[in-house]
């Protein structure tokens, strides 16, 4: 099953009298317990690419597939819901609330939605010790490290219990044992959650030889370059 899947995906901005493309023929998968990684240059296209994959933004031309399902032509409303039952976002920074405890942070998720069931409060405390914080699940963001705040974030965005997880630099304010750790947990958290996870970095060191990693290059994947001499 492919959390994700787009194919053939371009995405273009009027510029001027012309169009500038941020993305060009874009097609790349993100299956059920598979990690895949993105990094690029500035300005090659990795932004959009998570707007397109978190369904914030329409592609021109090509299909997107979450869990199988072409959200090509959905609905405003539609995309919405599917962003909410199927999707989960990591951001650069994790923008807590500095009132609210760790499981806090994780039950206003569901409380927003009406939610305020015991069952909830059970899945927030699980996550946050999958991510290991289960220890400090009290304390309010001023008293968490930076790596721990990250954490938080991480168990937030599995609230829904996401089939995607979309990641956008999530190192860049971490040094690097800390990313390192961090990465690492995605991981772990992707193969026991059977999680499809895209991450966009530019911290190639916290990334490791059997990662999937996909460069942009001017909005394209570029095509492996042939050996010169080598034929099969
Ligand atoms: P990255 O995240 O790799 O830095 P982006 O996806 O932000 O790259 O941008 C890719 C290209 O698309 C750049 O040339 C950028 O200027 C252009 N672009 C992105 N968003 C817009 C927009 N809203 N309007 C016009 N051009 C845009
Ligand atoms: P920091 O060093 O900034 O506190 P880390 O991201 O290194 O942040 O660690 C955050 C918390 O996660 C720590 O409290 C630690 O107990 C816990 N932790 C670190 N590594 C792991 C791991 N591999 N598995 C589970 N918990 C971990």
Not at 144 to 168: E, T
Not at 183 to 200: I, P, S
Not at 204 to 225: C, F, K, N, Y
């Amino acid at each position: 099953m492919c959390a994700l899947e787009l194919d053939d995906v371009s995405v273009r901005f009027r510029d001027g009298e012309g169009w500038t493309y941020a993305l060009r023929d874009v097609s790349l998968t993100v299956s059920a317990g598979e990690f895949r990684a993105v990094t690029g240059p500035s300005g090659s296209g990795k932004s959009t690419l998570l707007a397109v994959a978190g369904l914030l933004l329409t592609p021109t031309y090509g299909t997107v597939r979450i869990g199988g399902k072409d959200v090509s032509e959905a609905s405003a409303t539609a995309r919405t819901d599917l962003r909410r039952a199927d999707i989960g976002f990591v951001f650069q920074q994790p923008h807590l609330l500095g009132s609210l405890t760790a499981l806090e942070q994780l039950q206003l998720v569901a409380r927003l939605d009406g939610d305020r069931s015991a069952a909830t409060t059970e899945h927030a405390k699980e996550l946050l010790d999958q991510v290991g914080l289960g220890h400090v699940m009290h304390k309010r963001p001023s008293a968490l490290s930076g790596g721990q705040r990250q954490r938080v974030g991480i168990a937030r965005a599995l609230m829904g219990d996401p089939k995607l997880l979309l990641v956008d630099e999530p190192t860049s304010a971490l040094d690097l044992e800390r990313g390192l750790a961090i990465v690492d947990l995605l991981r772990t958290l992707t193969t026991e959650r059977r999680l499809g996870t895209l991450l966009v970095t530019h911290d190639l060191a916290t990334l490791a030889e059997r990662d999937e990693v996909v460069r942009l290059v001017d909005g394209r994947i570029p095509e492996p370059q042939p050996v010169p001499g080598w034929s099969p």
